[in-house]
């Protein structure tokens, strides 16, 4: 069975732009999460959504945000790029929110902004 | 607020030894999972173990163990026969409910462990 899916692998951009990153769950699972990965402040949860609708969201600035499709696939959309959003992104997905068993994470988009 | 600190950056072992992580955690909450994840070079997190509070009895998994110390807010990971492939990064994670059926795990900051052949 497939397991979390994150494209693009690796990306490039340049201070100003924007860009939109992909999460596919595993099959069935319709809960995903986001993560932010940096050296300096580690791992930050970022959203949560179930069934399309934003259930929790991390203290980051506006210029993150994300939706779900009914497929249950997510992006997450960071606008107006700065140097310190450069990073590991990790998308989780689950069957239901809070899940304990099959929380699965993907191997993430590796952000880098110049 | 719910932190968790793993006061180890980098740590070593020698092949076929055992090795013990250690984190600490915040909370006031008596209900509630602890998880230790690796991270190896391709990214991804796996799951290593997972804990739960009202659990008094330590997790097991393989070579993989838990010494769960509810009191002190103490679960560290011992690894034992260590091989290769267990050299990663290991965070300890913490699982807290942020609102009606909605959480987030809050991570430590991982420690880099390096299994010497």
């Known amino acids: 069975k497939a397991g979390v899916t994150q494209t693009p692998r690796y990306l490039i951009k340049t201070r100003g732009q924007q860009v939109t990153l992909s999460c596919s769950p595993i099959s069935g699972h319709r809960s995903v999460s986001w993560y932010q990965q940096t050296p300096g402040q580690g791992l930050q949860f970022l959203f949560e959504?179930?069934?399309?609708?934003?259930?929790n969201k991390g203290n980051f600035p506006g210029r993150f945000s994300g939706r779900q499709f009914s497929n249950s696939r997510s992006e997450m959309n960071v606008s107006t790029l700065e140097l310190g959003d450069s990073a590991l992104y990790l998308c989780?997905?689950?069957?239901?929110?809070?899940?304990?068993?099959?929380?699965?994470f993907g191997s993430g988009t590796r952000l880098t902004v110049v | 607020a719910q932190t968790v600190t793993q006061s180890q950056p980098e740590m070593s072992v020698q092949e076929a030894e055992t090795v013990t992580l250690s984190c600490t955690y915040d909370t006031s909450e008596s209900d509630y999972y602890l998880f230790w994840y690796k991270q190896p070079p391709s990214r991804q997190m796996i799951l290593v173990i997972r804990?739960?509070?009202?659990?008094?009895q330590n997790a097991t998994e393989n070579r993989f163990s838990v010494n769960f110390q509810k009191a002190a807010k103490s679960f560290s990971l011992k690894i034992s026969d260590s091989q290769l492939g267990d050299a990663a990064m290991y965070f300890c994670a913490y699982r807290r409910r942020t609102g009606a059926g909605s959480y987030q795990l809050t991570f430590g900051k991982g420690t880099k462990l390096s299994v010497i052949p």
């Open positions: 804990q739960e509070a009202y659990k008094q």
């Open positions: 959504y179930f069934s399309e609708t934003q259930r």
């Open positions: 989780a997905s689950s069957f239901t929110p809070g899940q304990i068993y099959g929380y699965t």
